[in-house]
Structure formats: C-alpha cells, structure tokens
C-alpha cells in the first residue's frame, strides 16, 4: 500500500525557518517525482514544488521561489522541504504528492501537515 | 501562468441529482486536466485524469470531459458520500488548481 507520512509542521515566528519531511512507503520512491502543495486554512489547493526521481529538475511557484527548497533522500526514501524567511501567508497545510513525471497529474497523497506562521 | 476557473463555488443538491461542475482554463491545455474530491480533513483524491479517465476504483458515476479551455465534472446519480469539494487541476504546464466547488446537500 502506497503511504505518505508528512511531519515537522508546527508553530513559527514570522522571518523564522522549518523543514518538512515526507516518509514515503508501498513504492519505490526513487522511480517518482514528487510534489509539495499547500492548503491554507479554509482555501483551495496551491502547489508550489515539484522535483524529478533522480533530483535533476527541481521547479517552484513563484510565491516561494528563493525562500523554499524542495529535495529528496532516495536511499531514506524521504522528500523534505526546507522553508526559510516565513511569511504569515505561508500558514497551512503542507501536502506531499507523487506523481510519475511532468505532465501528470499526482496519484497519491500524504494527510499533510500544519504550519502556523504567527508571532 | 495558466489560471483555473471553476462555477459554481458552490451547489446544493440532493441525493440522486446529475451533478455538473465546469472548469475554465485562461489558455488550452488540451486534455491535460485532472478532477480532485476532497473531503473535511483530509487530503484530496484523484477521480478523473487527462479530461475524461477515470482513475482506478473510482465509481462509474463520476464522468469527465472537455478539451481546450472548457471542461466539466459530471456524477450521474448523487450519493451521500459524493459530499465534498472538487478541485480541477490543470498539468499542461506545471499545475495550476481551480478554486474549488463545494457540493452539499440541499
């Protein structure tokens, strides 16, 4: 069975850091690409980073261009995203998703995980 | 960037009501498009992929199609579990999500 375990959301000061992992299971990680999307409180869905099997392509939206980085640890079979200089806005749900490369959809998700930018 | 549109935002229906949900791309995707049910609490599922497949285990009541900038969403026959919010999704370039039409009981 195909499993995405999200964690490491929680509660930060705005202009503060913190980095998410997703621990993936059921499949071999190292043959998917794999995305993160976002979901504040209450609104629709936002993705906003996509990175290839092998890491060679990495892409985000242009809302967390230069403050997020998006990378993966095929021999721990783990994504993570590291997020730094964090923004009110940036409070929501964090979801991983995977998908098998650019122009499909994502097949799986993980239940996703809390991050709360407030002071 | 290619920007989804989705009508209603939100629709009152009753069980066993045809159900049709349209999304609006703001340039052709051709049928690269993607339909999402996400439930309270919890992550979304995918139901209809490239405009018109259905994905596996999803019920044959639900039914996708369109091309180019116009598609729909469609459940035949409303069941008490059918009940959330749908999300289309755009993957021609990157991935781009509608707003969402939540569809609750009448």
């Known amino acids: 069975e195909v499993q995405l375990v999200e964690s490491g959301g929680g509660l930060v000061q705005p202009g503060g850091s913190l980095r998410l992992s997703c621990a993936a299971s059921g499949f071999t990680f190292s043959g998917y690409s794999m995305n993160w999307v976002r979901q504040a409180p209450g609104k629709g869905l936002e993705w906003i980073s996509y990175?290839?099997?092998?890491?060679?392509?990495?892409y985000y939206a242009d809302s967390v261009k230069g403050r997020f980085t998006i990378f993966r640890d095929n021999a721990k079979n783990s994504l993570y995203l590291q997020m730094n200089s964090l923004r009110d806005e940036d409070t929501a749900i964090y979801y991983c998703?995977?998908?098998?490369?650019?122009?499909?959809?994502?097949?799986?998700w993980g239940q996703g995980t809390l991050v709360t930018v407030s002071s | 960037d290619i920007q989804m549109t989705q009508s209603p935002s939100t629709l009152s229906a009753s069980v066993g009501d045809r159900v049709t949900i349209t999304c609006r791309a703001s340039?052709?995707?051709?049928?690269?498009l993607a339909w999402y049910q996400q439930k309270p609490g919890k992550a979304p599922k995918l139901l209809i992929y490239?405009?018109?497949s259905l994905e596996s285990g999803v019920p044959s009541r639900f039914s996708g199609s369109g091309s180019g900038t116009e598609f729909t969403l469609t459940i035949s026959s409303l069941q008490p579990d059918d009940f959330a919010t749908y999300y289309c999704q755009q993957y021609n370039t990157y991935w781009t999500f509608g707003q969402g039409t939540k569809v609750e009981i009448k």
């Open positions: 998703a995977r998908c098998v490369g650019e122009v499909v959809p994502f097949d799986y």
């Open positions: 990175i290839t099997s092998s890491s060679a392509n990495i």
């Open positions: 340039q052709s995707i051709s049928t690269w």
């Open positions: 490239k405009a018109s």
